[in-house]
C-alpha cells in the first residue's frame, strides 16, 4: 500500500495570513496515463470531508481561488493563500493512483488564531 | 446537485453484521463510482470500497474478508455489509461518489455494543 505523510499535523494560522501543509507519499503518484492522484480534502468541524483540490492542483466546482496544490512525483503541498476564519478544520491528502486501497493521510489540523 | 443519505442501525452488537444504506438522489448509481469510507471517533478515514457499472467492486484488503457492496438501481441504492463487527468497527460510516469522492454523504455512526 503506499503510505501517505503530512505535516505539520497541526497549525495555528493568522487571519489573513498564507498556510501550507506538506504531503509526501511512499511512491509516486504518477500514473501511465500522464495524471498524478493525489487530492486534497477539508474536513469542517463535524462536517463529512469535501473535496478542495484533485489531481494535485485543479480546484474543484465551487473552492475559492485561495486555495491552490502544487506538486509532483512524491512531494505535494496544499497553499492556502490568505487564510479565513472559515477555513477551520482537518485537511487530508489522498493517493487513488494504486488501488486498492486508496489511502488517505493522517489529517493536519488547522485553526485560526 | 447530487445528494447522498445514509441510513441503517446505530447500534450493532459484537460478532454481527452491519449493514447500510446509501441512497441518491439527482444521480443514478448506473453511473460513476459508488464508495464507502469510515472514520473511527476522532481519528482519520479509511477506505472501505466501491461499487461501479452497477456491479463491479473492489475492497479494502484489510476488510475484505468481511465485506459486501451491492447496488439496486431501481432505487438509486448502494448497500454495506460488514460482518462479524467488533467495538474497532465502531466508526462514522459515509457514502460517497466517484473516483474522486467528489461527493459525500453527512454520515452516520455505527456503534458496536453488547
Known sequence: DIVMTQTPLSLSVTPGQPASISCKSSQSLLYSDGKTYLNWYLQKPGQPPQLLIYEVSNRFSGVPDRFSGSGSGTDFTLKISRAEAEDVGVYYCMQSKQLPPYTFGPGTQVDIK | ?114
Open chain 2, 1 to 114: 446537485q447530487v445528494r447522498l443519505q445514509e441510513s441503517g442501525p446505530g447500534l450493532v452488537k459484537p460478532s454481527e453484521t452491519l449493514s447500510l444504506t446509501c441512497t441518491v438522489s439527482g444521480d443514478s448509481v448506473s453511473t460513476f463510482y459508488w464508495q464507502w469510507i469510515r472514520q473511527p471517533p476522532g481519528k482519520g478515514l479509511e477506505w472501505i470500497g466501491y461499487i461501479y457499472n452497477s456491479g463491479s467492486t473492489n475492497y479494502n484488503a484489510s476488510l475484505k474478508s468481511r465485506v459486501t457492496i451491492s447496488v439496486d438501481t431501481s432505487k438509486d441504492q448502494f448497500s454495506l455489509k460488514l460482518s462479524s463487527v467488533t467495538a474497532a468497527d465502531t466508526a462514522v460510516y459515509y457514502c460517497a461518489r466517484g473516483r474522486g469522492f467528489e461527493f459525500w454523504g453527512q454520515g452516520t455512526l455505527v456503534t458496536v455494543s453488547s
